[in-house]
């Protein structure tokens, strides 16, 4: 009896979710819907991206909205979807925001969500021969390199990082000309981490003069690190470049607390610039520098990181992306004319596609977003290092 | 209504995924190999098609066939064990495939771009189904008759002699030895069916996801594949299937619109439905079709199993 | 037919086992006793392969047992009940007999085919064994739902399936009353009177003493006596063997 | 042979079997319940993870004391096995091994994400204690912290050896691990005793959860499975059933697994441990300590 009922339940949850969204688009309302990792380990992430969404689409409601193309006024809604970082609910997921009368998607949170969601997608637009799915996915927070390239339909609104970290080696070079050597630590198992530390540091590191004299690698649920400090102690490196998760860096920089490395500048990756880390070991972390694409330096970045707590969550540079995605939709949603009802919804979609895909510049928290033809973006970035306990502004390349 | 197709791809392979671990839960045996068998007929499927260009259903024959032949040869070793040292066993199995996947780099160039599993990037493009003009509905009926040619070879062996031996090396290894079973022969040969239909699991995953990266066939999916059988009850494959869409369309769809607090009940809900029906949903004996045709008379009672030891 | 040469078993220190030797002819009921704990039990384990031996031997018609699996022995034509009964309580009664079909006669002939033909729980030998046994009208029930008694000729019936040429009964009457030991005499008789030969573990003597051809004794693991039963109730040692441990055993039979 | 490959060697060992410990610990309370029981609990890590979280809520909530931080870990994960064992093994049937093992899973995946729901999935700090005092013995640094790791851990099972030995309870749950029905025949309450076994051995996880956080002074959700893999292998290689071999066992994988990452680099290292389990499994399926007979 018991299991029937659990499973009527069921039954009923999945279709009400969908009749509901057919319903809401009765009058002038759009719908743009995100989703990521809202639990599990990760689901920090997601949380922070609901928020900063939910407060940007409250902000741009409460302006009047979007403008359609017959003249009318449309509010936007939005719901968030948890795919508890798994590539197959991500792929759920986002088939069922596909087939609601949702008009874009912003996610995943997930590098390795994002890369099997982006292989579903339809890989080039009009391949009559390429039956992948047809819907415009805006990702956030998703950072590995190089995944936009994967399919058409997908633009990301993530920091290039083989930008920043270039012009932060360079920075590092030109302020501090006696640093020579650089030693690099990457969590082995994470995509990001790798891909950050192997394509991205080292080659910046090595194009402005430092010499690489060492890696040190671990796990993601690693909890020694005394073996990979010893080597890094060894070689008595000017520069640790750490490209890990918050929880094993804040085990390794403790790790070198202790065996006493001291190098004379620390960098990280640029997801450790949130929270985390600094909650994680604040004291260790002193000095870590990180170039990031978001820290409240004006006004509007300032505002934005109000609302964004006031909605529960916190602005990082991933919930930074998030904001920013909600308020280029709204341009481009304007800018691409959409007929908002659900007889033109395969041709908004598609225009709203165009238009991010014809997108060169778009405004951002911290300045002008740039945009590539592979959907990729180069996004205005400052350097952080951790002070006192917070991300302190150390140098604004943009001012 | 793609989306319901999607959800019906992933209940075909998650319900191979659980019949494979039903076929060595038969013979009383947990393993928590079948992960590591899944990631063999994923990375062999992806590389059948996407790396040789094969169709797509030699590809997952060939995978399924690469799984069974490892499932036999580590059956040998891994089943002179039994109990707790059996799961720790086939866990550490399941672990070392995956390690070995996170190590593995082979690429091949085609059409100017390389294809292949590329160690911790994982292994990318595999998009046999977009590429040659398969709709979703497609698939999903590809899938579900592969799921059901399965589902039915499993009734069926259900009905033969080879069922009843399977169940009798499951309840009584003692007994059965005494009787003049060869419990090797039937426990490596339980394995290494559960390593094909694993496989065939495996290699359609892999399509499906289009992309496949060692995280994913960690100990959590080899947790998913015992939980599907043992949740549904052995008594026949339906409680395999009935346990994948409790777990997959329910707990996990169903209960999306949840939040983060569905993640807190999947976990609340399997604590309950063990309390509340120990030999899994569908109960542990074997429905007899005679008992099922004849529904007339009420079916022999099955009382409650004596500790036969 | 079947001898045991020289059987030794050691647990660690303890000696379970004994150097015992013993032939048990073609056709015949032999009944095997002694106080507990004298090593009947282990001596059928031994012979079935369950464990192996320290030293000595295991043959069956001159060949040598000793080195095979149980399911090896079980081809050879060996089969055994259990003490405390082992049946597959997830099956039922029919398909208890059926997947103990497993005899010498039809091993080699066709392997597959065997294995996966369904509905053999039907066949005329399971048919016959059913009514052999009476659990006819059984023959779908679970066996776990079974009475006692039946799971007891359930056991034999099934230990039968395997067509075995000796078959090792491990106190089949044990937790059975007096008039049930009366039939069951009548029943080990007739399975000896199918042609297999019948070794016998009992503690009730009435049953050894009335049916068995020949007997042997074990105290500690030793073979003290061998012989007709009359020779058997006459022996000195083996009075002194039971005396010792009469209440105990008795106090056993009657619980 | 070179001078720093050899006090590398030397240096791994020693940090390895310092912080197999851990492991040992693990791997006891696996084999508590085990023997006891005679099953498995896959929530033990998760419970250990949260009871050590309960400690780490104190230390931010009331900026407790370290000991106090670790007694609470303690307590916090020994109450929340006695919750599983109400949850997963006391209404599930004995004949029916599996149901109270998928409920063990079941209650795995509700620990882990009650607390990541409660955390956020943050790493939060962890006091550790001599966290920078390091005993120097020419080139081979000996950490202070897993020092004190070492020395807990070995209290620890002291008081174990003690409580087992020398109590009524101790003797009560040798009894039931050895003959469960005669020791229900002698009137010991199998209830009672499973459940002071899952509190001991949830106390014993607790230790283990509080002492790799404070071994590595951050504490995330991500340590739950690391510790239940390795425990569980520490046990098998010492034999099931034996609290001496899942120390041997622990104190194995802990050096081992340092040494294969010396050796053989971090992608490669668990493989060779797994393998080492797989040979042991082969060569010896009993385990170190295991009876003969112990293939069960």
């Known amino acids: 009896m018991k299991l029937k009922a659990l499973l009527k339940a069921g039954v009923l949850g999945v279709s009400t979710l969908a009749m509901a969204s057919v319903a809401a688009a009765q009058d002038k309302t759009i719908r743009i819907v995100g989703f990521g990792a809202a639990s599990g380990v990760v689901g920090i992430f997601g949380q922070n991206s609901s928020a900063a969404m939910s407060a940007a689409f409250e902000k741009i409601n409460a302006e009047g909205g979007v403008e359609l193309a017959d003249g009318s006024k449309a509010m936007i809604e939005t719901e968030y979807y948890d795919d508890r970082c798994n590539a197959e609910e991500g792929i759920s997921v986002l088939r069922r925001i596909a087939s609601t009368d949702a008009l874009v998607a912003i996610g995943p949170t997930c590098s390795n969500v994002a890369e099997p969601l982006f292989g579903i997608l339809q890989a080039k637009v009009d391949d009559e021969g390429d039956t992948g799915l047809q819907f415009p996915v805006f990702t956030d927070v998703a950072i590995k390199g190089g995944l936009a390239g994967i399919s058409e339909w997908v633009f990301r609104n993530t920091p290039s990082e083989s930008q920043m970290y270039d012009d932060l080696f360079a920075w590092l070079r030109t302020n501090h000309p006696d640093l020579k050597t650089i030693y690099g630590g990457v969590e082995e198992d994470f995509a990001h981490s790798r891909f950050t530390w192997y394509s991205v540091m080292k080659t910046a590191a090595e194009k402005h003069g430092f010499e690489v004299v060492g890696e040190a690698q671990w796990l993601l649920s690693d909890t020694n690190f005394s073996n990979q400090a010893r080597g890094m102690r060894r070689a008595e490196p000017d520069v640790v470049a750490i490209s890990a998760h918050p929880f094993t860096t804040c085990g390794m920089l403790r790790e070198m607390t202790r065996q006493r490395i001291q190098p004379k500048i620390l960098v990280g990756l640029t997801s450790s610039s949130s929270l985390e880390t600094l909650s994680g070991c604040a004291n260790e972390a002193e000095g870590l520098t990180i170039p990031t694409s978001f820290a409240p330096v004006n006004e509007e970045a300032k505002a934005a990181a109000e609302a964004v707590v006031a909605k529960g969550g916190q602005m990082d540079l991933h919930s930074a992306s998030a904001w920013e995605n909600a308020m280029i939709l709204k341009d481009i949603i304007e800018a691409a004319e959409i007929g908002g009802t659900p007889e033109t919804l395969e041709e908004d979609r598609r225009k709203i596609r165009d238009a991010l895909a014809e997108l060169e510049n778009a405004p951002g928290l911290l300045g002008s977003n740039k945009r590539l033809p592979d959907g990729e973006a180069v996004k205005p970035y400052v350097f952080v290092h951790a002070k006192d306990g917070s991300w302190d502004v150390l140098h604004n390349p943009g001012s | 209504m793609d989306f319901y197709f999607g959800l019906a791809q992933i209940f075909g392979v998650h319900t191979l995924l659980g019949l494979s671990a039903y076929v060595v839960l038969l013979t009383g045996q947990v393993s928590m190999a079948q992960a590591g068998f899944y990631a063999i007929g994923a990375y062999t499927a992806g590389a059948m098609t996407a790396m040789f260009g094969l169709h797509i259903l030699p590809a997952i024959v060939i995978a399924g066939l690469v799984s069974a032949a490892i499932a036999c040869i580590v059956g040998f070793p891994a089943l002179r064990v039994k109990g707790l040292m059996l799961v720790v066993a086939t866990l550490a199995f399941g672990e070392m495939v995956r390690l070995f996947f996170f190590n593995l780099s082979w690429q091949v160039e085609r059409g100017g771009e390389l294809f292949g599993p590329d160690g911790a990037e994982g292994f990318r493009s595999i998009r046999y189904f977009p590429e040659n003009g398969w709709e979703v509905w497609h698939v999903t009926v590809f899938i579900w008759i592969v799921v059901a040619v399965v589902m039915a070879a499993l009734w069926w062996m259900d009905r033969t002699r080879a069922g009843a031996v399977l169940r009798a090396v499951g309840h009584d290894e003692v007994a059965a030895q005494s009787i003049g079973l060869n419990l090797t022969a039937v426990k490596v040969g339980a394995m290494t069916a559960g390593g094909f239909i694993a496989g065939l699991g495996g290699g359609i995953y892999a399509h499906t996801v289009t992309h496949i990266e060692h995280g994913v066939f960690g100990v959590l999916l080899a947790t998913f594949a015992i939980a599907y059988p043992i949740l549904g009850g052995l008594g026949s494959v339906f409680g395999t299937l009935l346990a994948v869409l409790f777990i997959q369309g329910f707990l996990i769809e169903g209960l999306r619109f949840m939040g983060d607090w569905r993640s807190l009940l999947f976990g609340a809900l399997i604590v309950l439905a063990m309390n509340l029906r120990p030999n899994g949903l569908l109960g542990e004996h074997a429905p007899r079709l005679k008992s099922i045709l004849r529904l007339g008379k009420p079916a022999p009672d099955s009382l409650e199993t004596k500790d036969a030891n | ?255 | ?296």
Not at chain 3, 125 to 146: G, P, T, Y
Not at chain 4, 115 to 126: F, L, W
Request: neutral net charge; proline residues 4%.
């Open chain 4, 1 to 296: 042979m070179d001078y720093f490959f050899i006090i590398d060697f030397v240096q791994s060992l020693v940090d390895g079997l310092l912080f197999g410990t851990t492991y040992a610990l693990i791997g006891i309370g696996f084999t508590l319940i085990f023997g006891v029981m005679r099953k498995l609990n896959l929530a033990y890590g998760a419970a250990a993870l949260a009871g050590t979280y309960i400690g780490v809520a104190a230390f931010l909530a009331f900026d407790a004391p370290p000991p106090v931080v670790f007694l609470l870990s303690a307590l916090g994960s020994g109450i929340i096995g006695i919750v599983v064992y109400y949850c997963c093994f006391r209404f599930t049937p004995t004949q029916v091994p599996m149901a109270s093992l998928l409920a063990s899973v079941g209650m795995l995946l509700f620990i882990d994400e009650a607390v990541v729901h409660a955390s956020h999935g943050m790493p939060v700090p962890y006091p550790s204690v001599f966290r920078n005092a390091i005993i120097e013995i020419g080139d081979i640094w000996v950490r202070g912290d897993l020092l004190f790791v070492f020395g807990i851990c070995v209290v620890a099972m002291g008081v174990l050896f003690w409580l087992l030995y020398r109590t009524p309870l101790g003797l009560a749950t040798r009894a039931v691990s050895q003959q469960p029905r005669a020791a229900a025949l002698c009137g010991i309450d199998p209830t009672r005793v499973n459940l002071l076994t899952f509190g001991i051995s949830g106390v014993l996880g607790g230790i283990a959860g509080a002492m790799t956080a404070a071994a590595v002074g951050v504490l995330s959700p991500i340590i739950a499975l690391g510790l239940t893999v390795k425990g569980l292998i520490a046990v098998v290689i010492g034999g099931l059933g034996s609290i001496p071999g899942a120390i041997i066992g622990g104190l194995l994988v802990g050096a081992s697994e340092n040494i294969f990452l010396l050796l053989r680099g971090v992608t490669e290292r668990d493989i060779y441990v797994m393998l080492m389990l797989f040979l042991f499994l082969t060569l010896r399926p009993g385990g170190l300590f295991g009876s003969t007979a112990g293939r069960d």
């Open chain 3, 1 to 255: 037919m079947l001898t045991l040469q020289s059987l030794s078993k050691h647990f660690g220190g303890v000696r379970a086992v004994d150097d015992i030797s013993l032939t048990i002819k073609e056709g015949e009921i032999f009944g095997l006793i002694g106080p507990n704990g004298s090593g009947k039990s282990t001596t059928i384990n031994l012979i079935t392969g369950l464990y192996a031996p320290t030293t000595g031997t295991v043959t069956l018609d001159g060949y040598d047992l000793t080195a095979m699996a149980q399911h090896e022995r079980t081809a050879m034509g060996v089969a055994r009940t259990f003490q405390n009964i082992r049946l597959f309580g997830n099956l039922t009664v029919a398909q208890n007999l059926w997947v103990a079909q497993n005899g010498h006669e039809q091993r080699r002939a066709h392997f597959l085919p065997r294995w996966f033909k369904a509905g053999g729980e039907h066949g005329p030998d399971i048919e016959e064994l059913l009514k052999f046994s009476r659990l006819h009208s059984k023959r779908d029930v679970q066996a776990s739902a079974l009475s006692f008694g039946e799971m007891r000729r359930l056991e034999m019936a099934r230990a039968l399936a395997s067509n075995p040429r000796v078959l090792l009964l491990d106190e089949p009457a044990a937790g059975a009353s007096q008039e049930d030991g009366q039939l069951l005499a009548e029943r080990i008789r007739d399975v000896r009177d199918r042609g297999v030969t019948v070794l016998l573990i009992e503690h009730m003597m009435e049953l050894v003493m009335g049916i068995s051809d020949s007997i042997g004794v074990l105290n500690f693991g030793r073979k003290i006596a061998e012989g007709s039963p009359a020779e058997i109730q006459a022996n000195q040692d083996v009075r002194a063997a039971y005396l010792g441990s009469k209440h105990k055993d008795e106090d056993l039979i009657h619980a």
